[in-house]
């Protein structure tokens, strides 16, 4: 047995490169990360992630945006370049950036099918192969990655978020079969229905967010706040032994 440590969820001294930090599910997680003890470089798209920053530095945290669009996989190496850059190295990566499009798929535009794919599969699977390098080389490192519902289901009128989702469940497997050995563990967190603007066509569609409502256990909708907790456990010392898991977080959706 190794010895008592005071705090297993603690992640002093680590350095966290959160995608999509700037608002939503990725600004929650990024901010219950510098709770726990982590600096971060927060990467955001189009939104600020100065408010971002201003919460994680109020923790005592050091942050540093990098203001990139994921979707262009010649930017990718620049976020963990500056995570090396300002802190030393990375231990910890959550690939969070997501983008849904909504239309029935005879529909369904393909140039919105090839941005969901690029933003929620592509940037996935190269910043974990980058991040990967380099925490294999060190021997150490957590990789999360945000997964879904649609991971497990087909959902309606998503079809290229779906593809995206179940792809992300399988990568997230593929590479903890191949890391697991060198001390890098990779697991997603699959949220259920949560409060955000990702949401927000479903939640103002009166019949499918009574529908939806009416199949959570919980009895709510989830929140940012929700995924806090399981975010930190994947990100420390407190889930070493886990390897190509995807938790669900979901108000007990799935066991319905
Ligand atoms: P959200 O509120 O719509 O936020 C989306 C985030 O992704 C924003 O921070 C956005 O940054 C970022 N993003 C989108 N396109 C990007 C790009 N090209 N480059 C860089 N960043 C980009 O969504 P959310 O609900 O917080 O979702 C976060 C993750 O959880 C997504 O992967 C989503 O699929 C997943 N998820 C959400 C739910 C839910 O119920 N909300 C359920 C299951 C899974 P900008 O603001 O800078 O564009």
């Given amino acids: 047995m190794k010895p008592h440590q005071r705090n297993r969820f603690d992640l002093q001294g680590r350095t966290a490169v959160v995608t999509g930090a700037g608002r939503g599910l990725g600004q929650a997680i990024a901010v ?26 109020a923790l005592g945290a050091k942050a540093r945006i990098v203001q990139t669009d994921v979707a ?6 620049d976020i963990i370049d500056a995570s090396v850059e300002t802190f030393g190295g990375l231990d910890i990566l959550v690939n969070n950036a997501g983008i849904i499009r909504r239309a029935p798929a ?9 941005e969901v794919l690029d933003v929620n599969l592509n940037s996935v699977f190269v910043l974990c192969q980058l991040a990967g390098e380099l925490m294999i080389e060190q021997g150490r490192g957590k990789i999360i990655n945000i997964a879904s519902m649609l991971s497990y289901q087909g959902g309606i009128n998503v079809p290229g978020y779906t593809a995206s989702k179940h792809a992300v469940a399988g990568l997230t497997k593929a590479l903890a079969n191949e890391w697991a050995s060198k001390g890098v563990q990779v697991n997603a967190i699959a949220p259920g229905y949560m409060s955000t603007d990702n949401t927000e ?10 529908q939806i409502l009416e199949r ?7 929140s940012d706040e929700d995924l806090i907790g399981p975010a930190i456990f994947l990100a420390s010392s407190a889930s070493d032994y ?9 108000g007990g959706w799935m066991n319905r």
Avoid at 201 to 210: E, G
Avoid at 216 to 222: E, F, V
Avoid at 242 to 250: A, E, I, P, Q
């Fill in 72 to 77: 262009d996989r010649s930017k990718l190496t």
């Fill in 106 to 114: 005879v529909e369904h535009a393909y140039s919105d099918w090839q």
């Fill in 242 to 250: 886990m390897n190509g898991h995807v938790l669900c977080v979901d």
């Fill in 32 to 57: 219950g990360l510098a709770e726990a003890g982590a600096n971060l470089i927060l990467v955001t798209n189009r939104s600020s992630a100065e408010e971002t920053k201003a919460k994680a530095e």
């Fill in 216 to 222: 959570i256990p919980a009895g709510r909708w989830g």
């Fill in 201 to 210: 066509a479903l939640r103002n569609d009166p019949v499918r967010s009574r």
